[in-house]
Structure formats: structure tokens, C-alpha cells
């Protein structure tokens, strides 16, 4: 049996646990010596602008992310969240991430938003370009912290998976949203944040905005809390609105209503939106530009046609057919991916779906595949592709 | 109607299920006011079959499933598991019949002992009950891990080592291992990702080709429920609205609700425009639903006499019944 | 249909597959979760400091003894009187018949038996009644951390126990455990203690080196509140988890629910807490012993040894011998300290979360 002899990597244990402590200490004293470098990179203050402005490969982009590390520098190891991501988000289009739990999809927004948990979690390398609304443009990693403040929240708004606890439960619904106007537009008095509080709620929906500003969080359901965070995160006009897993914590029919509401919004305010979901459905639906992430890499990206049209990488394939819906046939059994996620620490230096993929090769175990091009708009990081995106023949395959 | 189905094919048949829930005003006071979590569902399940229980959170499908097993008591009405109504067993014949219906739980994370290698997880209460010899009980557990996809090298381990599939694994395995012939799968792949839901429901599905279990598969989910489920039950605050078998379900949707339900799934195809039924509002809270019927606020249909008079469940097709005024006035 | 795959099932898992048994038993690292507490524990310095303190204490107190005896041959109670040859010096004042103040001073040498000063034979010297320092130390060391011992232990077992019945029969038993604890909650602890000290101490019929056993009878009885409030809660946490429902529905007795699934999920805190009252209860045994209502004279206790310093007593001994004082001091505080390090790292290893 195949299982013999993997004592220390069996499938889908956790290996960190097996690290003696002798190990562990030599980890964290490494850490601790890059984590103290990065940090007081980022403590910088009163930074001279040109440092961190920077220029647009494409001017119709609110946001370009370049070959972006992020790393978690933990007891156990190294996880590299993010590793390598590249990505453009244009003006007013809603782009989708689509990954399993701990494909850093969400590491990738908090990026963006300079809000990786530290001081573990630091952005390694690479490059996020933002376009702001005066026409500068700002490289995103290396801004100082006192001056990102301004951008977030007012430029870049997020959305997060959890009404319930995004919210401060002591305060009430329009001392919150106040706050945001208050702390953003300068000339704003306290009553014309109330009015504009109040156009944010009725522009969400909510039927009896009034209501809803002089009340707590905890008086409302999770839908209508749900509304609250996107009037909020509309609040100041943004550019760009970042929704981790918006839909995921409501019912379907509250889901349709938000994703409803997210569309229309996109539309009224011409911003962008990247939404990130684990949901296949959401996405084919909102999304105009879907990338698909595993374990820290893009291994897919394209429009949504494209990826739902003609996927060309295994995994993609397989997590659309694994889906249960009218494409299965009566007593057909559901396609599966083998395995398990990987785990994050010590990943291969090769295709890390090389141990899941059904279509696995020799040369799979050889080094990670490059991203091959099909269209202009279409990657696919795979080796059973040729350079022009056409597919290799079978004893082509066989070779390798 | 409710009379004939007494019958052999049907090892779970559910009769005019109450839970309420009181609501104390005060610390020790007596209360009048409660919360209907379940409020009079019927339904009946065939041996060897899969029963879908779809519904939005608060509806009251996880009590159901709870109430069934008596972890918590019986409001009223009856529960006739293979003949015998669990709502009035004892203690005693209750824990002795126990191993026969089984449950597997939504979160693998909460649902294993941390204190307890996986081994006893699965073989606790196998000894318990002595459902085989004891020198058969080691070779007996580990063919249930090997069944439920599991190495034999888990035998000594601990859950925090495992991911949320493995764990799932092992919780449908505690649960086939007592050999039921009934389990309720109460959300079992909510908490775990995409490609290893599909594992695990093929897993199921696979036990349930050898074994004939007859499952109770509550979920809110509803492409799974398509996939797995030969009859399905749909709930809307602590009621049963429609039932019947899967296809005419899904194929001819009667109630508004479901139609809307139904509708707001999601499609993984970017061409197709569904004609979405978008239902306004909130699901009303349960300590004080709407009168008569309790859909009516968010129905785009309500007529006057929705509020006046509650629908009862109608059979308009064969196996295939609705409560809703819609119907009954044609 | 049913019967026949009954049957099959029956087949099935008769035929023992040899292979399968060998792999189960091969060699491999289980890690358990005791052995990833340990783990955690022993990566923080602090609770290593404090593992170290807590050895260093228990060897001196428990094994010291023994060598001292050994070697020299030293008991608790034994008095050395020790002759030296000391300086008196007497001062006075006096108002002279021509109405000046005059002083007196007259320097003269005399022998002291006690008090001896630190030597290569005592240590730390002698103290006012002759015994040698370091011998008593040890002495007191074993009696604080007897003490401390078997009233968390007791405290825990009695917190076990009722929290236990309280959280997992709730209603009225709750009801009734949890005001019982609200009410010795709401006792003050020390004044009570000093008026039953001085009560025992005018019984006649009780022995004076017993008292202490009724101290500790009655710290035991105010202590117990905090370890059934800590149960309770675990339990009413515990039993909301799916995995007592899955224990229910598996139809595991109600002792075993209780005694392999409840139980051992609230040790953790209960261990953390027990392990940061020890600390409480020297304390406390100290303070009594310093008041003269612990630990009766002639036995050692750290807190009576501190007692000799007392400023009311005159300043002689706070002034001019530390050595009489300064190291059962300096012995509590790290008998105390490191248990408090213990129980904080305790706590980090359970429960990792908690850090940071």
C-alpha cells in the first residue's frame, strides 16, 4: 500500500506538530531578527513622498498587485501566504478571487489594505500600485503607515465576511458611520454627516433609514447588518471596494439581495470591486475577471467566460465539476479532487497540486510551471500546455 | 391520510412535531411565552433513502433533527423510529436503541473529543454497547476507518492533527461503526472547502450503497440536497411548507418560497441570466412569527386570507404537497 | 433489502485483515495533546524560571533536611548556644544639681549565648532562642509547602465535586451551589480567620500545634468557591460543544459523559488556577504564622521567622541582623513568584490563544 511508509507526512496531518522544541526556538530567534527589520521600515515617519509614488503600467487600473510576497514568520515556519501574486484590477470592474480556505485570498486584500496581522505577517517583496483619486499614484508596500491611514476607508473600503463582529456593539449604527465622515471629509460638520449617514443607509435599501441610524447593531439581522457595512464602505466615495466573503455568514435569499445591491452600487459609483469567495456560483454571477488562487499562487486567471468556458488548469476543472448541479447525470457520482489542501509550511519546489492533480506528469515533480498565455487575458500556470497554449499530445505528455 | 402510512417501508415517521422553547420573563417566574422552533412538521422517511431538509437559518431543521434523536425533549407529537415511538421510551430502552440512529455533525472541529485518541473516538461507544466481540474489536475498528477513507496509522492519534476533512471522516465513522440503520446529517459540509465536501458526500454515498443506511440530510445548501436526497422537506420558521419527492420539487417548485429559494441559488455558468425571484425583508423572529401564514410578509403573492388562516399541507401531485393558499382556492 | 446488507456487513468485517493490524501498530510519533502542552510550556523562558525556582525550593525543604542531619547533625528545635564576646555600651542622660544635661557613657563587654552571627558552622547564624537559621528554613519550606499542597488539593477535589453537580444538573442543585458560593464569596476571609485563630487558641482541649490544622480546615472551606465556579463554567461551556452530543447520541453512560469527556476537559484551567493558589496559600499561611496564629513557636515557619524582625518588638534585629529575616523573605517571594510562573505558562501552553 501506497501509505507505508509516510510516517512523518501522512496526508492531511499537520506536520508542524512534530518540530521539537530545540527547532522551534532556532525558528523564532530567525524570526524575530527579520520581523524587527521590516517593522522599523514601516515605523518610518515623515517620509518624503517621492519615495513611495510611483507610476501606472496602465493607466485604466485602479490597483496593479506585482509578483507580492507576504509571509507569516511563525514558530513553526515560514508560511508564505502570498507568494507571487500578480493581478490588475481595472477601473470599475469587478474582479474575483476564488480559492480554498488558506489559499491567501484573503491575505492578499489585507495586503493591499496594509493590514497584515503583525508582526508576523510582513510584505516580503513586490509591488502594489494604487491610482488615488487625485491622479498620484502610490506604491502601496512601501508607504508609511501615518500616511496610509488617509487612503484607507476613505479611498479603499472593505467589506468583511462577519456583520456581526465587524461592527462595534456598544455604539450605535449612526455614531459609527458619523465617525468614518467625520475622521475623512474635512469640512464636514456633524449634521451633514448625519444627512449624508442617512443617503447612505436609504442608497443601501434599507427602508427606514432613520430607524436604523439611532439603533444598535445587535437590534438588526445579519442581511440588514450586512447593508450597514456597504453604506459604510460607500460611504466616502471609494475607488475600490474589497468584499471578503460578503455573502458567506447570510441565507441564500439574503445573498441575492446583497449581490444584487453590490451590483447596482458598482454601477452608481463606476468603482471597482474584488470580490473574494470560495463560491463558484457568486462569482460566475458578479465577477468580470476571476482569479483562481491554491495555496499562495495564482494558477488561473481570466475573464469569466474563459474560466468557465474553456478552464484550462486541473484544478479549476476539478473544482467546477466537483460541484453538485445539472451537470451531473442521475446516480453519477460527483468528481473529486483527491487529497488534501497542502499544508503551508515547507511547500515543494514543485506544482504544489502536483500530489491532487489527476493529470500529474513527470515533469510536474520538476519544478513550478510557468504561466502560459491563451489569450490576452487568459493564464494558466500548467505544464500540460504548450508555449502557445495549445494542449500537448498524449505521447508528449508520456515523454515527459 | 396521515393513517396508512403506517407501514413497514418507512423506518422514520414524524407526527405532528412540536418544540417550543419558554421564554422566562423572570429568573424562577413561570412563562406563557415561547419560542415555536418547531411548530407541527409531519413527514416520513423510507428505508434506505435520503431525506433532504432544506430551509434558511432559524427554521428550525436542526431541531428537528435533534428532536428526532430526544437530545432534546418532545414538545408534543410523536416520533416512530421502526415502529416504536421514541417520545415515550425510557432512559434506559432510549440509550440501548441509541446506537441504531446516529448523528454526524456540522462542525468537525467541536464534534471530537480533544482529549482522546482517534481509535477511542471511534470505538467508544462500540465497546459500550459490546456490538462485536472483544477480540474482534480492534480489526472491527480499523475496517470502519479503512471504509470511511481513514489510515490504519490514525488508529493512535490525535484530532488536532488532522484538517477539517479528515475529521469529518472520522465522525461519520464514529457514527457508521455502531452499525445504524438511521443517521441524521445535520450540515455536514458547511464548514469544510469545495474540493473535499465532494469527497465526503461521495463517501456517504458510497456507505449508504453497502449499507442501506437511510439518512436525514439537513442542509442549507441546496445543489447538494439535489445531489444526494430522494425526498426533500422545505422549512420556513418552524414549518414544513413543501414536501415531496426531489424531482418533482425541483422541477415544479409550488410554494413561493421555495420558488424564491430555489431561484437565489447561485449558477456556476457566467451566460446563464436566472429569472431571480428577490424576496424583500428578513425572516420574521421566531418568538413572534406573523399570523396565519407565516410566509406572507415576504410573499410577493399574499392574499387577505394569508393572514387569516394558516395553510395546512395539501398533496397537489403525487408524493409532491404544498401549504399555501395559492393552491387550494383553484 | 436491509437484512441482506446486514449480512453482507457481517462478511464483511469478519475476515481480519493481518496487514492492516501490523500497520496500526507500527512505529510512529503520536503526539498527544499533553505532550503539545508540555511542548509549549518548555519553550517559554518565564516558565522554565519558574520550574526551576519551584525545584530548587522543593529539593531545599524536603531534602535538605536530611543532609543537614547528616552532615551536621542538626535538628529543628535544637538550641546552640554559642558564646561571643559582644560590646555593651549604655548611654544616659541626666540632669546634673547645677541644672546642665549630662550624659552617661559606659562601655563594658559581655557574653551572648544566642544570636549568633553567620558562620562556617551556622550559616546563617543563630536567632534569638538559639536555633540555627538554615536548618529552620528548611523546616518552614516543608511546612508552607505542605500546607499549600493539601489545601488546593482539597479545595480542587471540593471545587470538582460541587461545581461539577452545579453545572451539569443545573436548575434548582445550580441554583442552591451557586448562592452557597456567593455567600462564602461575600465572607471576609482574614479577620475571620484571626477571630477563630484566637478562639481556637483559648480552647484548652486543642493542642496548640493542631491549630493549624484547623486553619487550614477552614482556608479550605473559603477556597473551594473559586475552583466550583471554574468547573461550573467549564461544564456549562463544555456541554454546549457537539461533542457531548455525539457522546449522547452514541448512547455513552451519563458517568462516562461525565468522568472521560467533562472532567478532563476542565483540567486545564483547574490546573492554572490550582497552580497559581499555591502561591496564595503560603502566603497566607505566612501572614498568620508572622501574626503568631499559624505555626506554633517552637516550630519553623517562614512567616514567624519573619516575625522576629518585628519593628513593635524593638528595631535591634530589623537593624542589625538581616540574616535572621531577609532570607525567609527572600524564600517566599520565589516560592510564590515561581508559581505564578508556572501557572501563567500553564495557561499559554493550553491555551495558546491566549498569548499575545
Given at each position: 500500500m501506497s501509505f507505508l511508509n509516510n510516517d512523518k507526512n501522512a496526508e492531511g496531518v499537520d506536520s508542524s506538530v512534530y518540530l521539537t522544541l530545540r527547532e522551534e526556538r532556532r525558528i523564532s530567534r530567525e524570526n524575530a531578527k527579520i520581523i524587527k527589520k521590516y517593522e522599523r521600515e514601516k515605523n518610518?515617519?515623515?517620509?518624503?513622498?517621492k519615495e513611495y509614488l510611483t507610476e501606472m503600467?496602465?493607466?485604466?487600473?485602479?490597483v496593479e498587485i506585482e509578483n507580492l510576497h507576504t509571509y507569516f514568520y511563525t514558530d513553526v515556519g515560514v508560511v508564505k501566504?502570498?507568494?507571487g501574486v500578480s493581478f490588475d484590477i481595472p477601473q470599475g470592474k469587478i474582479v474575483g478571487v476564488v480559492g480554498e480556505s488558506g489559499c491567501g485570498k484573503s491575505v492578499t486584500s489585507l495586503s493591499i489594505m496594509q493590514l497584515v496581522p503583525g508582526p508576523t505577517g510582513q510584505i516580503v517583496e513586490g509591488s502594489i500600485r494604487y491610482k488615488a483619486s487625485d491622479g498620484k499614484c502610490y506604491e502601496i508596500t512601501k508607504m508609511p503607515r501615518d500616511r496610509m491611514l488617509k487612503i484607507r476607508g476613505k479611498d479603499i473600503a472593505m467589506i468583511f465576511q462577519e456583520p456581526m463582529t465587524s461592527l462595534?456593539?456598544?455604539?450605535?449604527i449612526g455614531y459609527q458611520m458619523d465617525e468614518v465622515v467625520l475622521l475623512h471629509e474635512e469640512e464636514s460638520t456633524p449634521e451633514s454627516a448625519k444627512k449624508k449617514s442617512i443617503e447612505m443607509l436609504k442608497q443601501v435599501g434599507i427602508a427606514d433609514p432613520e430607524k436604523v441610524y439611532a439603533s444598535?447593531?445587535?437590534?438588526?439581522?445579519g442581511g440588514m447588518r450586512q447593508r450597514v457595512m456597504i453604506a459604510m464602505a460607500l460611504i466616502c466615495n471609494p475607488r475600490l471596494i474589497i468584499a471578503d466573503e460578503?455573502?458567506?455568514?447570510?441565507?441564500v435569499t439574503i445573498q441575492a439581495q446583497i449581490l444584487e445591491l453590490l451590483r447596482e452600487i458598482k454601477e452608481k459609483i463606476n468603482g471597482s470591486i474584488m470580490l473574494i469567495t470560495h463560491d463558484l456560483g457568486v462569482i460566475a454571477e458578479m465577477a468580470d475577471i476571476v482569479v483562481v488562487m491554491y495555496a499562495g499562487r495564482i494558477i488561473e486567471q481570466g475573464t469569466v467566460k474563459e474560466i468557465f468556458h474553456s478552464p484550462k488548469h486541473p484544478y479549476t476543472i476539478g473544482l467546477m465539476k466537483s460541484r453538485p448541479g445539472r451537470h451531473i447525470k442521475e446516480g453519477e457520482k460527483l468528481y473529486s479532487i483527491k487529497g488534501?489542501?497542502?499544508?503551508?509550511?515547507?511547500?515543494?519546489?514543485?506544482?504544489?497540486f502536483y500530489n491532487r492533480?489527476?493529470?500529474?506528469?513527470?515533469?510536474?515533480?520538476q519544478g513550478y510551471p510557468d504561466l502560459i498565455k491563451f489569450s490576452p487575458t487568459h493564464y494558466a500556470a500548467c505544464y500540460l500546455y504548450n508555449e502557445d497554449g495549445s494542449e500537448k499530445s498524449a505521447e508528449e505528455k508520456e515523454r515527459r | 391520510m396521515k393513517d396508512n402510512i403506517k407501514n413497514d417501508d418507512y423506518i422514520l415517521i414524524v407526527k405532528n412535531l412540536k418544540k417550543y422553547y419558554p421564554i422566562s420573563k423572570f429568573a424562577l417566574g413561570k412563562s406563557k411565552?415561547?419560542?415555536?422552533?418547531?411548530?407541527d412538521v409531519s413527514f416520513s422517511i423510507k428505508r434506505g433513502t435520503t431525506m433532504g431538509l432544506v430551509g434558511e437559518s432559524g427554521c428550525g431543521k436542526t431541531t428537528v433533527g435533534r428532536t428526532i434523536l430526544r437530545l432534546h425533549e418532545v414538545t408534543d407529537g410523536q416520533v416512530i423510529f421502526d415502529g416504536k415511538d421514541l417520545s415515550q421510551v425510557s432512559p434506559r430502552e432510549l440509550r440501548k436503541m441509541r446506537p441504531q440512529m446516529q448523528m454526524i455533525f456540522q462542525d468537525p472541529y467541536s464534534s471530537?473529543?480533544?482529549?482522546?485518541p482517534v481509535g477511542e473516538i471511534i470505538g467508544e461507544a462500540v465497546k459500550q454497547h459490546k456490538i462485536v466481540p472483544k477480540e474482534q474489536y480492534r480489526s472491527y475498528i480499523l475496517k470502519v476507518m479503512r471504509d470511511c477513507g481513514?489510515?490504519?496509522?490514525?488508529?493512535?492519534?490525535?484530532?488536532?492533527?488532522?484538517s477539517g476533512g479528515q475529521r469529518q471522516r472520522i465522525s461519520i465513522a464514529r457514527a457508521v461503526a455502531l452499525n445504524p440503520k438511521f443517521i441524521i446529517c445535520?450540515?455536514?459540509?458547511?464548514?469544510?472547502d469545495v474540493s473535499i465536501q465532494a469527497q465526503i458526500i461521495n463517501l456517504m454515498k458510497d456507505l449508504q450503497e453497502r449499507y442501506g443506511y437511510t439518512y436525514l440530510f439537513i442542509s442549507h445548501d441546496l445543489s447538494v440536497v439535489e445531489y444526494i436526497s430522494d425526498s426533500i422537506g422545505v422549512m420556513y420558521l418552524g414549518s414544513m411548507i413543501e414536501i415531496g419527492d426531489k424531482k418533482r420539487i425541483f422541477s415544479n417548485p409550488m410554494h413561493p418560497y421555495t420558488k424564491a429559494l430555489l431561484s437565489a441559488v447561485p449558477v456556476s455558468d457566467p451566460d446563464v441570466k436566472m429569472n431571480r425571484i428577490i424576496l424583500k425583508g428578513d425572516i420574521p423572529s421566531p418568538v413572534n412569527p406573523p399570523s396565519g401564514c407565516k410566509f406572507r410578509t415576504r410573499c410577493?403573492?399574499?392574499?387577505?386570507?394569508c393572514a387569516e388562516k394558516a395553510p395546512v399541507l395539501k398533496e397537489y401531485e403525487e408524493d409532491h404537497r404544498v401549504a399555501c393558499h395559492l393552491y387550494s382556492q383553484e | 433489502m436491509a437484512m441482506n446488507n446486514e449480512n453482507e456487513k457481517k462478511l464483511n468485517y469478519t475476515d481480519i485483515d493481518e496487514h492492516m493490524e501490523s500497520e496500526a501498530e507500527q512505529h510512529f510519533k503520536v503526539i498527544s495533546p499533553g505532550r503539545m502542552v508540555a511542548k509549549r510550556f518548555f519553550k517559554s523562558k518565564l516558565s522554565i524560571a519558574g520550574l526551576v525556582m519551584i525545584i530548587f525550593v522543593f529539593l531545599f525543604s524536603f531534602v535538605g533536611p536530611l543532609i543537614v542531619d547528616v552532615t551536621?547533625?542538626?535538628?529543628?528545635?535544637q538550641v546552640f548556644k554559642i558564646e561571643r564576646v559582644a560590646d555593651m555600651i549604655t548611654t544616659a542622660e541626666f540632669a546634673g544639681p547645677d541644672g546642665k544635661t549630662y550624659s552617661y557613657y559606659d562601655k563594658s563587654q559581655t557574653v551572648l549565648?544566642?544570636?549568633?552571627?553567620?558562620?562556617?558552622?551556622h550559616w546563617l547564624g543563630t536567632d534569638t532562642s538559639g536555633f540555627d537559621i538554615f536548618t529552620r528554613l528548611m523546616y518552614g519550606g516543608r511546612i508552607s509547602l505542605t500546607i499549600s499542597f493539601i489545601v488546593i488539593f482539597i479545595e480542587t477535589f471540593l471545587g470538582i465535586i460541587l461545581g461539577g453537580l452545579a453545572g451539569y444538573y443545573g436548575k434548582w442543585v445550580d441554583q442552591v451551589i451557586m448562592r452557597i458560593v456567593d455567600i462564602f464569596n461575600c465572607l471576609p476571609g482574614l479577620p475571620i480567620l484571626l477571630i477563630l485563630s484566637a478562639t481556637i487558641s483559648s480552647i484548652?482541649?486543642?493542642?496548640a500545634e493542631h491549630r493549624i490544622y484547623y486553619l487550614m480546615a477552614f482556608m479550605t472551606l473559603m477556597g473551594w468557591t473559586g475552583a466550583a465556579r471554574i468547573v461550573r463554567g467549564q461544564i456549562l461551556m463544555l456541554r454546549e460543544q457537539e461533542y457531548m452530543m455525539a457522546a449522547e447520541t452514541t448512547g455513552i453512560s451519563a458517568f462516562n459523559r461525565i468522568f472521560k469527556h467533562l472532567i478532563p476537559n476542565t483540567m486545564p484551567q483547574l490546573i492554572v488556577s490550582a497552580t497559581l493558589g499555591l502561591g496564595g496559600v503560603i502566603l497566607y499561611e505566612s501572614t498568620l504564622s508572622y501574626l503568631g496564629?499559624?505555626?506554633?513557636?517552637p516550630r519553623a515557619a517562614w512567616g514567624s521567622m519573619i516575625a522576629l524582625?518585628?519593628?513593635?518588638?524593638?528595631q535591634e534585629i530589623l537593624a542589625y541582623y538581616p540574616n535572621m529575616w531577609v532570607p525567609a523573605g527572600i524564600l517566599i517571594v520565589v516560592t510564590v513568584l515561581g508559581f505564578s510562573f508556572i501557572g501563567d505558562g500553564l495557561r499559554d501552553a493550553f491555551d495558546p490563544r491566549m498569548k499575545r
Open positions: 518610518r515617519k515623515k517620509v518624503d513622498e503600467r496602465d493607466p485604466s487600473n485602479v501566504s502570498v507568494n462595534n456593539p456598544v455604539f450605535k444598535y447593531p445587535h437590534e438588526l439581522s460578503p455573502t458567506t455568514a447570510l441565507d488534501q489542501v497542502p499544508n503551508p509550511i515547507n511547500m515543494p519546489d514543485y506544482c504544489y492533480c489527476d493529470k500529474a506528469m513527470r515533469v510536474c515533480s | 411565552a415561547y419560542v415555536k422552533a418547531v411548530d471530537l473529543s480533544p482529549r482522546m481513514l489510515q490504519p496509522q490514525y488508529y493512535y492519534r490525535y484530532p488536532h492533527e488532522f445535520d450540515e455536514p459540509l458547511s464548514a469544510l410577493p403573492y399574499a392574499m387577505p386570507i | 551536621w547533625g542538626y535538628k529543628e528545635t549565648l544566642f544570636k549568633a552571627p553567620p558562620s562556617a558552622s484548652e482541649s486543642i493542642k496564629l499559624g505555626v506554633p513557636f524582625a518585628d519593628p513593635s518588638k524593638g
